[in-house]
Nanobody, 123 residues
Framework: VQLQAYGGGLVQPGGSLRLSCAAS????????FGWFRQAPGKEREFVAS?????????IYADFVKGRFIISRDSAKNMVHLQMNSLEPEDTAAYYC????????????????WGQGTQVTVSS
């Protein structure tokens, strides 16, 4: 499974960004996808995960607080992360990941990773 994340950038506090992850190299029906983030000097942490086949099988990190929405576009083999009400604390490199099976919230459960896309929230 090959993953390519993009869509990061600089945004003001309170603003929105939509990250996208292009997936290829496999059939996706048995996969779950996740978004993680890593700020400088911190561990990579879970953000959200969605099942490719079970679109309602979704989990979020507590800090998302209803601000982010993960979704997948089966027609385009894409996974998106819509981020709203962004805060400076959301500044990090965001990574797309995939695994076989159900959604999970641990980075150790995801063997496939894309490169990060930087999100900076600053005025």
């Amino acid at each position: 499974v090959q993953l390519q994340a993009y869509g990061g950038g600089l945004v003001q506090p309170g603003g929105s960004l939509r990250l996208s992850c292009a997936a290829s190299g496999s059939t996706f029906n048995d996969l779950a996808f996740g978004w993680f983030r890593q700020a400088p000097g911190k561990e990579r942490e879970f953000v959200a995960s969605v099942s490719w086949r079970r679109n309602r099988d979704i989990i979020y990190a507590d800090f998302v607080k209803g601000r982010f929405i993960i979704s997948r576009d089966s027609a385009k083999n894409m996974v998106h992360l819509q981020m709203n009400s962004l805060e400076p604390e959301d500044t990090a490199a965001y990574y797309c990941a995939a695994r076989t099976g159900r959604v999970r919230n641990s980075k150790n459960d995801f063997p496939y990773w894309g490169q990060g896309t930087q999100v900076t929230v600053s005025s």
